[in-house]
């Protein structure tokens, strides 16, 4: 079973911020919330990563709420190239390194 | 560096046919992972590995045999191909074991079994 739920589909307009919302209620106090997308069925590409606090790199900035139990993926300025499908990712604490994919989210960003 | 390298990228198998599937990092990463995804599906888990040596299932591993005798390479195997096996394979790596480390994927391998 998937540990995080996303909603399968979002719109955003080119030039506008994209926020991707990310439900992870189960997490544990040392598991890290990962975004990764996926363009065209090639290999997912890491985003970012975090633990607690907000995160911020070139490509996004990840919003965790206080209780840990949700956050969110900000592209600050969507362009056609960030059409993709993005998946929120935890670790599930009883099975080591292993990273659980679930169905993500196909962004489409509109012209 | 070439990162994560899959090979090949395309291939069609016969029922009950074998074949292995390459994958090779440079980065000195311990972990490594493969998955498997079908079509407008997300990624499922099919082996892990923790070191050259030791080998553990994921969420699917059915039909699939793997081996780690280096740190380098992961190779997958299918012994008996099956339809259900069409799929995208990917493999991927990460670097130690804090939790903190991300995946690093390769560019997949697309097989179809007919």
């Known amino acids: 079973d998937a540990k995080t739920t996303q909603p399968p589909s979002m719109d955003c307009a080119e030039g506008r911020a994209a926020n991707l919302p990310c439900n992870h209620s189960?997490?544990?106090?040392?598991?890290?919330v990962y975004w990764y997308r996926q363009i065209h069925s090639q290999g997912p590409q890491y985003i970012i990563h975090?633990?607690?606090n907000n995160e911020t790199n070139e490509m996004a900035s990840l919003i965790i709420t206080e209780d840990r139990k949700s956050s969110t993926l900000i592209l600050p300025h969507a362009t056609l190239r960030d059409t993709a499908v993005y998946y929120c990712?935890?670790?599930?604490?009883?099975?080591?390194?292993?990273?659980?994919f679930g169905t993500g989210t196909s962004l489409t960003v509109i012209p | 560096n070439a990162g994560v390298t899959q090979t090949p990228k395309f291939r069609i198998l016969k029922i009950g046919q074998s074949m292995t599937l390459q994958c090779t990092q440079d980065?000195?990463?311990?972990?490594m992972y493969w998955y498997r995804q079908d079509p407008g599906m997300g990624l499922k888990l099919i082996y892990y590995?923790?070191?050259?040596?030791?080998?553990d299932k994921g969420e699917v591993p059915n039909g699939y045999n793997v081996s780690r005798s280096t740190t380098e390479d992961f190779p997958l195997r299918l012994e008996l191909a099956a339809p259900s096996q069409t799929s995208v394979y990917f493999c991927?790596?990460?670097?130690?074991?804090?939790?903190?480390?991300?995946?690093?994927f390769g560019n997949g391998t697309r097989l179809t079994v007919t």
């Open positions: 975090g633990l607690k």
């Open positions: 189960t997490i544990s106090g040392n598991e890290y």
């Open positions: 590995s923790v070191g050259a040596g030791i080998t």
């Open positions: 990712i935890v670790r599930v604490a009883n099975t080591g390194n292993q990273f659980y």
């Open positions: 991927a790596s990460s670097y130690r074991t804090e939790r903190n480390s991300p995946l690093h």
């Open positions: 980065m000195n990463h311990n972990y």
